[in-house]
C-alpha cells in the first residue's frame, strides 16, 4: 500500500494568492482528517469528513479555508486568499474504524505539505 | 473532553539506556490511547495504541506503553534507547472519531 499520499510537498506562494493542498487517502479507508502543524499551536485539526461527508469543521480557521472530498480517493484544503500567518505544515491522515474491539480509528498520516506564504 | 498531557518538553537520554517518555490522560469512559512518532520533515507515524485487555502494549521498533489507570498514565518506553530514536513523539486520546493530540516530546539519544 503507498500508504496516504499529499501533493505538493513543498509550496511557496505570496500573501493573496490561492492555495489548493491535494490528498489520496489509503484505499478502504473511509475517514480523512486535516491538520496544521506550527510551532506556537502544535498540531491542530482542521476538519475531518466520514464517507466523504464533512463531519466536523470547527477548527476551519476562517472563511478563508475550505475542504472538499469529491470522493473516496481524493480531498483539497484549499486557502484563498492566503495569509501569512497560514505558514505552517499540513498533514492529511485517513483510518478506517475497524470492529468491535478493533474499533480503535488508529489514524495514518501522510508526508505533509510544508507551506509558506510570503 | 478527552484530553492528554506530556509534561516533558524534551527528554534526554544516552544511547543504551532505558528511556521514558511520559503521558498522561483525562477521560470519562474507557480511554483509547495512542502514539506516534514524527522523524524530521516527515509526516507521525503510528507506534501504538491501547484499547483494553494487557496493560502493557508492544508496539513498532522495540517501542512498549504501559497503561495504568490508577495513575491515568500511558508511558512509552523503550530497553535500550538508540542515537535513531531521537525524534518528536506524540500521545493522543481518541475522542469521538477525533484523535486529540499531546503538545509532543522530544527525545534526544545521544551516543
Known amino acids: 500500500d503507498a500508504g496516504v499520499i499529499q501533493s505538493p510537498r513543498h509550496e511557496v506562494t505570496e500573501m493573496g494568492q490561492e492555495v489548493t493542498l491535494r490528498c489520496k487517502p489509503i484505499?478502504?479507508?473511509?475517514?480523512l482528517f486535516w491538520y496544521r502543524q506550527t510551532m506556537m499551536r502544535g498540531l491542530e485539526l482542521l476538519i475531518y469528513f466520514n464517507n466523504n461527508v464533512p463531519i466536523d469543521d470547527s477548527g476551519m480557521p476562517e472563511d478563508r479555508f475550505s475542504a472538499k472530498m469529491p470522493n473516496a480517493s481524493f480531498s483539497t484544503l484549499k486557502i484563498q486568499p492566503s495569509e501569512p500567518r497560514d505558514s505552517a505544515v499540513y498533514f492529511c491522515a485517513s483510518s478506517s474504524p475497524g470492529q468491535g474491539l478493533a474499533r480503535s480509528d488508529t489514524q495514518y498520516f501522510g508526508p505533509g505539505t510544508r507551506l509558506t506564504v510570503l | 473532553a478527552q484530553s492528554v498531557a506530556q509534561p516533558e518538553d524534551q527528554v534526554n537520554v544516552a544511547e543504551g539506556n532505558p528511556l521514558t517518555v511520559k503521558c498522561t490522560y483525562s477521560v470519562s469512559g474507557n480511554p483509547y490511547l495512542f502514539w506516534y512518532v514524527q522523524y524530521p520533515n516527515r509526516g507521525l507515524q503510528f507506534l501504538l495504541k491501547y484499547i483494553t485487555g494487557d496493560n502493557l502494549v508492544k508496539g513498532s521498533y522495540g517501542f512498549e506503553a504501559e497503561f495504568n489507570k490508577s495513575q491515568t498514565s500511558f508511558h512509552l518506553k523503550k530497553p535500550s534507547a538508540l542515537v535513531s530514536d531521537s525524534a518528536l513523539y506524540f500521545c493522543a486520546v481518541r475522542d469521538g472519531q477525533k484523535l486529540v493530540f499531546g503538545a509532543g516530546t522530544i527525545l534526544r539519544v545521544k551516543s
Open positions: 484505499s478502504g479507508h473511509n475517514s
